[in-house]
């Protein structure tokens, strides 16, 4: 089976501070993307890479920068943490090229928590 | 551009009962549709997906949608409710490339 691995399940920092969210995959997979989930507005794209250090804006990339050196890991960094990016993070991957569209593999997410 | 409508964030069904849970979309070219599920403390799985072809879809647990191009709909259904489907349920679209855009949710419960 596809793994996808989210480092932290739990997060808590402060506000100000500079946050990774790391993600592993297991399946050589060329995409990979990242999520926020929040209550009552479903999962929002943050950015998305469709190769190694190569990167996409998704719908709400403000306040967040990415990075993916090898093919198997996508970190999601907070330049400088605010509450408002308090949410559930999702990290996902998924096989590449452009058609036909797969589907895609999730990590159980990471809660963070900014103070 | 693309985007999904879920209807109802919340439904509730008694056990044995249908389920049908909502999903609009709209899409500049055609699309692909899916459903995905996402138990507590879990990150989502895929349901079902729609590309080409068959416009009725089955998908795991007795699930299955179908796709109404005339009304831009790809409704979730299933015949009989287990306790087991309490969840919540997502729509999600993409157009080909890979991005998905997802819809707001739909947390169903299952009532004993």
């Known amino acids: 089976d596809v793994k996808v691995t989210q480092s932290s399940r739990y997060l808590v920092k402060r506000t100000g501070e500079k946050v990774f969210l790391e993600c592993v995959q297991d399946m050589d997979h060329e995409n990979m993307f990242w999520y926020r989930q929040d209550p009552g507005l479903g999962l929002r794209l943050i950015y998305f890479s469709y190769d190694v250090k190569m990167k996409e804006k998704g719908d709400i990339p403000e306040g967040y920068s990415v990075s993916r050196e090898k093919k198997e890991r996508f970190s999601l960094i907070l330049e400088s943490a605010s509450t408002n990016q308090t949410s559930m993070y999702l990290c996902?991957?998924?096989?590449?090229?452009?058609?036909?569209?797969?589907?895609?593999?999730f990590g159980s997410g990471t809660q963070l928590s900014v103070l | 551009a693309q985007s999904v409508t879920q209807l109802g964030s919340h439904v509730s069904v008694s056990e044995g009962a249908l389920v049908l849970l909502r999903c609009n979309y709209s899409s500049s070219v055609p699309p692909y549709l899916f459903w995905y599920v996402q138990y507590p403390n879990q990150g989502l799985q895929l349901l079902l997906k729609y590309t080409t072809g068959a416009t009725l879809v089955k998908g795991i647990n007795g699930f299955e949608a179908e796709f109404k191009k005339s009304e831009t709909s790809f409704h979730l259904t299933k015949p009989s409710a287990h306790m087991s489907d309490a969840a919540e349920y997502f729509c999600a679209v993409s157009g080909g490339y890979q991005k998905v855009t997802f819809g707001i949710g739909t947390k169903l419960q299952v009532i004993p």
């Open positions: 996902a991957s998924t096989t590449g090229g452009l058609l036909p569209f797969e589907k895609l593999f």
